[in-house]
């Protein structure tokens, strides 16, 4: 999924293979296995252009990270102490837009 976030426009399998650089040595059958899965599981729209499927992602990095945030509450014992915790540790840049996030959806009802 880096790979295909780095980039603005729809990719086919062959270039997340490049993507992947020399970091790890992968054939092209598996990432596109990978790719498909992702598709069926629904991180990833393709539409078929030719022969090759050109693939993009259905939701941002920020988003994914936030639904992974989510659920991680979800199954806390204690989600309230858990973002208690989460928060000792955030900077103040990140605090500050956590108020801007917080004031934004007390006006939004």
């Keep these: 999924m880096d790979v295909i ?3 603005d426009e729809p990719v086919r399998v ?3 293979l490049a993507g992947l650089g020399d970091e790890r040595p992968l054939a092209y059958t598996t990432v596109m296995t990978v790719m498909d899965n992702l598709h069926r599981k629904g991180w990833l729209q393709r539409e078929r ?3 090759a499927y050109w693939y993009v992602p259905t939701r941002t990095r920020a988003e994914a990270a936030a639904d992974e ?3 991680v509450l979800d199954a806390a014992d204690d989600p309230d102490g858990v973002l208690l915790q989460f928060m000792r540790g955030v900077s103040e840049a990140e605090s500050k ?3 801007r996030g917080l004031r934004a ?3 939004r009802g």
């Design 5 to 7: 976030w780095r980039t």
């Design 14 to 16: 062959r270039e997340v």
């Design 49 to 51: 252009r030719g022969r």
């Design 69 to 71: 945030l989510r659920a």
């Design 97 to 99: 837009a956590l108020r």
């Design 105 to 107: 959806r007390g006006r």
